[in-house]
């Protein structure tokens, strides 16, 4: 079985129900939007189908808090990276998943996010 080489540049921890995230993109509001895993540069959120036009790759999203009460809560914002199946030749999953990319975060909020990951791994 071939390996599959590892193109993300932070280890990351997979999340269970209750994380969210809620953030602006554009004019619109959008609120409790799942995230699957996190590390101390990006997070992977799932956002409804219908929602998938608004996140093209580039599209920067504006006011991003980290809904849940063990992290941080700085105002984040961050960058689609890459969007997974919103391609038409896959069949409609009822969601898509999206890679943000943190390009600005208060100093505090970064570094009480970098623990949160280190200790959910172990190493803190």
Do not use: C, W
């Amino acid at each position: 079985m071939a390996e599959i080489a590892e193109r993300r540049d932070n280890r990351r921890i997979t999340l269970g129900p209750g994380h969210s995230i809620r953030f602006k993109v554009g004019p619109r509001s959008l609120k409790d939007i799942r995230i699957a895993n996190i590390s101390g540069s990006g997070v992977f959120a799932l956002v409804d189908q219908q929602e998938a036009l608004l996140f093209e790759m580039g599209t920067i999203l504006e006011d991003l808090v980290l809904d849940h009460p063990m992290l941080p809560k700085g105002r984040i914002r961050a960058q689609v990276v890459y969007v997974l199946g919103s391609s038409p030749q896959l069949p409609a999953m009822g969601f898509v998943g999206m890679g943000l990319h943190f390009v600005d975060m208060p100093a505090e909020t970064q570094a009480a996010l970098n623990l949160f990951v280190a200790a959910s791994l172990g190493e803190a």
